[in-house]
């Protein structure tokens, strides 16, 4: 059996993300917002981060899964792109943890093609540790030096997503 280990509780997340949130309504007070949740992670975190947001802002979707195994290469693949026309207007990526960087570095490229104005990141953790790319999380609940971790969003094989806190995986 998996063992859990808490990490981070549900009132620490709620206290962060509220900040947050108000950090960004404050920085983009005079710019046209759109956040962009890369998926599946990101799922809670955007529902919360947005509803802690007091500007106007409009939401989309984006979808990248990475390959595993054999050749870890990095390999990116687009699973959904935003519908919204982001030409112009300023991008904030909703991440839930940055590792590598990897994934991150493919999607800001991808969207540089878009012609925003903008674009920054915002992630929930930021796993510096690994990091092999050079992205800069512009906004981030919290930092972590190493280890796994599930819940609120982030899974292990798909599963405990729908943790409301986060836990250390001990398999
Ligand atoms: P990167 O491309 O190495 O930065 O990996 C980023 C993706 O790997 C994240 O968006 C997560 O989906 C997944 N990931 C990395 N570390 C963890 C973790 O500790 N728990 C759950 N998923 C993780
Ligand atoms: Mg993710």
New binding site residues.
């Given amino acids: 059996m998996p063992e859990f280990i808490p990490l981070i509780s549900e009132q620490e997340i709620k206290v962060r993300v509220q900040e947050t949130g108000e950090q960004i309504s404050k920085d983009y007070r005079d710019l046209d917002l759109v956040l962009i949740g890369?998926l599946k992670?990101s799922f809670m975190f955007l529902a919360d981060l947005s509803r802690k947001i007091s500007i106007d802002h409009e939401i989309d979707l984006i979808g990248a899964s990475?390959y595993e195994g054999t050749a870890s290469t990095?390999q990116i693949v687009f699973t959904k792109q935003p519908d919204l026309e982001l030409e112009g207007r300023d991008i904030l990526l909703v991440?839930?943890?940055?590792?590598?960087?990897?994934?991150?570095s493919k999607i800001v490229e991808f969207v540089r093609l878009l012609d925003p104005r903008s674009i920054k990141i915002c992630s929930l953790i930021d796993?510096r540790e690994r990091r092999e790319m050079d992205i800069d999380v512009n906004y981030s609940c919290f930092s972590l030096e190493k280890?796994?971790?599930?819940g609120y969003g982030?899974?292990?094989n798909e599963k405990y997503r729908n943790l409301p806190a986060i836990y250390d995986l001990k398999l």
């Avoid at 991440?95 to 991150?104: K, N, P």
């Avoid at 280890?147 to 599930?150: A, P, R, T």
Wanted: charged share 25%.
């Fill in positions: 890369v992670g990475s990095g991440e839930d943890i940055v590792d590598t960087g990897h994934t991150l796993k280890g796994f971790i599930v982030l899974d292990y």
